[in-house]
T-cell receptor
Framework: NAGVTQTPKFRVLKTGQSMTLLCAQD?????MYWYRQDPGMGLRLIHY???????AKGEVPDGYNVSRLKKQNFLLGLESAAPSQTSVYFC??????????????FGPGTRLLVL | EDQVTQSPEALRLQEGESSSLNCSYT??????LFWYRQDPGKGPEFLFT???AGEEKEKERLKATLTKKESFLHITAPKPEDSATYLC??????????FGAGTTVTVRA
């Protein structure tokens, strides 16, 4: 049981480049989330999903897109990276219908540097 | 707007010196309050969930309590391995979490 995994661990982009961050969970969770963490600001919700095929905007969605084509995967896309998107990105998942707990479990993070 | 404020920002303790971290919140509808531990370069690790005022949870040297306006994380006789950033988050009726900025605890041997 790997929990929540994220790919890649670290990436450097140039302004204007695009990339996709992959999150996978093996806990059969219904809900998945993408956060960014910046110094002194805490974790902020970018987008989230309450089930396969559904997505919704969080607190800071601009410049990001997401997709949840499979229940276990949640993808975060940056179409045209900007230096303001330099951050550490965390994926989380929660809520299994057979054992409804509302605790969110986090992945190890992806460090993104946009030059 | 939902707000979660943690204090202090940083806490330096001597091994064995007990202390408390504070998480104050103003939210429209509280479903639960969560405490996480985060080590450098890693994702947050779940510690506790508290759902109602008066509730307490304990795990080893950590004890979390909840009132209607704030939560405390008490660290009793801390050890160097308790050094980490402790995050507080509140969950509202829309199931989203709002996080505080965290308290970084350093325990010296």
């Amino acid at each position: 049981n790997a929990g929540v995994t994220q790919t890649p661990k670290f990436r450097v982009l140039k302004t204007g480049q695009s990339m996709t961050l992959l999150c996978a969970q093996d806990m059969n969770h219904e809900y998945m989330y993408w956060y960014r963490q910046d110094p002194g600001m805490g974790l902020r919700l970018i987008h989230y999903s309450v089930g396969e095929g559904t997505t919704a905007k969080g607190e800071v969605p601009d410049g990001y897109n997401v997709s949840r084509l499979k229940k276990q995967n949640f993808l975060l896309g940056l179409e045209s990276a900007a230096p303001s998107q330099t951050s550490v990105y965390f994926c989380a998942s929660s809520f299994e219908l057979a054992d409804p707990q509302e605790t969110q479990y986090f992945g190890p993070g992806t460090r993104l540097l946009v030059l | 707007e939902d707000q979660v404020t943690q204090s202090p920002e940083a806490l330096r303790l001597q091994e064995g010196e007990s202390s408390s971290l504070n998480c104050s919140y103003t939210v429209s509808g509280l479903r639960g309050l969560f405490w996480y531990r985060q080590d450098p370069g890693k994702g947050p690790e779940f510690l506790f969930t508290l759902y109602s005022a008066g509730e307490e949870k304990e795990k080893e040297r950590l004890k979390a309590t909840l009132t209607k306006k704030e939560s405390f994380l008490h660290i009793t006789a801390p050890k160097p391995e308790d050094s980490a950033t402790y995050l507080c988050a509140v969950q509202t009726n829309d199931y989203k979490l709002s996080f505080g900025a965290g308290t970084t605890v350093t325990v010296r041997a």
